[in-house]
């Protein structure tokens, strides 16, 4: 009796799923990189984004050759993708997820018994000489690699909604405990001078990201500290847009780093955008002080940029909206120049230093 053969039921040719493949991976990586992208602890943004491509890439090759060799179809360009993006999702965030990771592979366990009974349950049924055939062999490996893409996608949505309740777990966070004005006695220059000497360019070229992170958060806390901003800053490192260094949210007390200028930019650029950033937040506590001050007391010299950056802030113009409007307000002068002065007198005092 000839051995039963595995009904192909695809409906793309080999070239055609290749081809849908490449597609929705470029779409969706577009997606994926906005909403749920986080460097791995090991590597830097830019080696991240290698690792992340070169998940997409071999699992468009096991899909092809191996998984669903007889069931190229749309569903399974979107499960083989789903394996990918969620394979590095597991490993990104593995730090964040013990929980989510444990729901789902109860779920998973769950769903594999199910399979497993089904799979029985057919085989039962079967002529004696059709049992275990390589039909119902394949029918079952492919059933679990599409439940491990469904597994995926409940991963991603769990980060995703996670996301909203935890700021900063997809962006790269720095260890170093953050610290408000009235917490840092020891948050100064001379008090963290060591830190401060990884600023050194040749130094800083050879720091992980992750280390980086540390420096920045150690200068956070210590412009805090000396601007007398009452309330922590955290540093976070995140994907910006491709003309944006460096932000600002005052809603959550964070400054965004572009992740591709953390891994690549000179230590003293990236050092004087984060004096920009904690800058834009004193002058919202200054603006804070002036509504919260009296009527009579408003008019004071000392409240007057305070006014004007009132204003600029309820009608910001961001360098994307228009570049000449966003480079002449007045909080951005003044953040520059804060920034410039900061950062020279960051680098003269490690000079000075290393001379002793």
Not at 248 to 254: A, S, V
Request: hydrophobic share 40%; aromatic share 12%; charged share 25%.
């Amino acid at each position: 009796m000839s051995e039963e053969k595995i009904k192909d039921r695809s409906t793309l040719g080999k070239e055609e799923f290749m081809e849908k493949y490449a597609i929705g991976a470029i779409l969706s990586m577009s997606c994926y990189r906005v909403f749920l992208f986080r460097p791995m602890g090991i590597f830097s943004a830019m080696e991240s984004k290698v690792v992340l491509w070169a998940f997409v890439i071999v699992c468009a090759f096991a899909a092809r050759y191996l998984f669903f060799e007889y069931r190229r179809t749309e569903e399974t360009v979107a499960a083989s993708l789903m394996l990918a993006y969620g394979l590095y999702t597991m490993w990104a965030y593995s730090a964040f997820i013990h929980t989510v990771l444990r729901l789902i592979g109860c779920l998973c366990v769950v769903e594999t018994i199910f399979i497993f009974a089904h799979y029985i349950k057919l085989e039962k049924k079967s002529p004696r000489k059709k049992r275990g055939s390589m039909t119902r062999f394949y029918m079952l490996y492919t059933d679990m690699l599409e439940m491990a893409a469904l597994a995926m996608i409940m991963l991603m949505i769990a980060v995703l909604v996670m996301k909203n309740w935890q700021p900063g777990v997809s962006a790269l966070r720095s260890l170093i405990q953050t610290r408000f004005a009235g917490e840092q006695q020891e948050q100064t220059i001379a008090g963290n001078i060591e830190t401060l000497t990884r600023l050194q360019e040749e130094e800083w070229k050879i720091l992980t990201d992750e280390e980086k992170m540390d420096v920045l958060q150690t200068v956070t806390n210590i412009e805090g500290r000396y601007l007398g901003i009452p309330n922590k800053l955290t540093v976070e490192a995140k994907e910006l847009l491709d003309t944006t260094l460096a932000s600002y949210l005052d809603e959550t007390h964070t400054l965004y780093i572009n992740e591709d200028f953390l891994s690549g930019g000179p230590a003293k650029e990236v050092l004087t955008a984060c004096c920009h950033e904690v800058y834009h937040a004193y002058q919202h506590r200054i603006v804070d002080a002036y509504h919260h001050a009296d009527e009579r007391e408003k008019d004071l010299q000392i409240y007057r940029k305070a006014l004007l950056y009132s204003k600029e802030f309820e009608n910001y113009t961001s360098g994307t909206e228009n570049y000449f409007t966003y480079y002449t307000q007045q909080c951005e002068i003044d953040a520059r120049s804060y920034a410039a002065s900061a950062a020279d007198d960051y680098m003269e005092r490690i000079a000075e230093y290393l001379e002793e």
